[in-house]
């Protein structure tokens, strides 16, 4: 059982910042790949950011060079940095962790989301 709760969200002028956090419960946090994704009304679950156990990270092309994703093991805590935002970044936004189960099976994990809404 891997548990994902989110934090962080809230209202924000357009070009402000917001800081998301996402702590996940589990053993094995420090050898899963994490990521966030985000969910406009309407519209269906997108991939913002991804960061590898070892910390690559990825990002979509809208929010490269805008948002940063990071993560702490000690604290078992993802964190994305949302820097420039508009109001196209309005979404429910969602950690994901990423967790093997067996040599080749993998499941994803997801919190419950948290709101982010800019203003403009």
């Known amino acids: 059982q891997v548990q994902l709760v989110e934090s962080g969200g809230g209202l924000v002028q357009a070009g402000g910042s917001l800081s998301l956090s996402c702590i996940a419960s589990?053993?094995?946090?420090?050898?899963?790949?994490l990521g966030w994704s985000c969910q406009a009304p309407g519209k269906q679950r997108e991939l913002v950011a991804t960061?590898?156990?070892?910390?690559?990270?990825n990002y979509t092309d809208s929010e490269k060079g805008r948002f940063t994703i990071s993560r702490d093991n000690a604290k078992n805590t993802v964190y994305l940095q949302m820097n420039s935002l508009g109001p196209e970044d309005t979404a429910v936004y969602y950690c994901?962790?990423?967790?093997?189960?067996?040599?080749?099976?993998?499941?994803?994990?997801w919190g419950q989301g948290t709101q982010v809404t800019v203003s403009s």
């Open positions: 994901n962790q990423r967790v093997r189960d067996a040599p080749f099976r993998t499941n994803d994990y």
């Open positions: 960061i590898t156990s070892a910390g690559e990270t």
């Open positions: 589990g053993r094995t946090f420090s050898i899963n790949a």
